[in-house]
């Protein structure tokens, strides 16, 4: 049962399913590696509550990027996001050398990277319904979910293990890497017209 559901033949889903994995994997790098430089160098849960409050507030907001989504080309959107994302990141590698003097940028860096993720997401969602058919979808939506939330179980772990093991900087490259992988993919994509279309709904 387990081989079926992780068998794909479609190779548009194959490659949307490794952006998703790159970008998670990236995000959950990025986020921990924000983190760990506040902890380590304010040592202020004043700080660390802000992160979290710009996080939250973010995901309640999501929904006011669905008609924004509707409008765009989806390809265009994934690459040029992604793209702001690997910037964000080298971004930070070089703030994080000034230390005290670059809080504000920082967590203006962290906000602007958090809304790039609220943005791919659910266009990958959107893309998913079209490319592949209605008999598989259910199955590969399922493996779609299923690969997130197991990813979300040791990410935060294994970024711990970078940042301990290597530092920010190089984990926060390593965050751009992954963006980087996940922008080859997404350019690979060959997507039908109806979502190249303007004011086109999918569902």
């Given at each position: 049962m387990f081989k079926n559901l992780i068998h794909i033949e479609n190779s548009n889903v194959k490659k949307l399913l490794i952006g998703r994995i790159s970008t998670n994997i990236a995000d959950s790098l990025f986020?921990?590696?924000?983190?760990w430089y506040f902890k380590v160098t304010y040592h202020s849960?004043?700080?660390?509550s802000l992160v979290f409050i710009a996080d939250s507030t973010i995901d309640m907001l999501a929904f006011i990027f669905g008609p924004l989504i509707d409008r765009v080309h989806v390809k265009k959107l994934l690459k040029y996001v992604t793209f702001s994302q690997i910037i964000l990141s080298i971004l930070t590698v070089c703030l994080f050398f000034f230390k005290q003097q670059v809080i504000i940028l920082i967590l203006l860096v962290y906000i602007l990277s958090a809304i790039g993720s609220t943005l791919?997401?659910?266009?990958?969602?959107?893309?998913?319904?079209?490319i592949?058919?209605?008999?598989?979808?259910?199955?590969?939506?399922?493996?779609?979910?299923?690969?997130?939330?197991a990813l979300d179980l040791f990410l935060?772990?294994?970024?711990?293990v970078l940042i301990t093991y290597l530092s920010l900087n190089k984990t926060m490259i390593i965050s751009a890497l992954f963006f980087a992988i996940a922008l080859?993919?997404?350019a690979k994509l060959y997507l039908p017209k109806v979502l190249l279309t303007k004011k086109r709904r999918v569902f």
């Open positions: 986020y921990m590696t924000i983190l849960p004043m700080i660390l791919i997401y659910p266009t990958e969602e959107k893309i998913l319904p079209a592949i058919s209605k008999t598989e979808l259910a199955r590969v939506n399922g493996l779609f979910q299923m690969t997130y939330r935060d772990a294994l970024a711990t080859a993919f997404y």
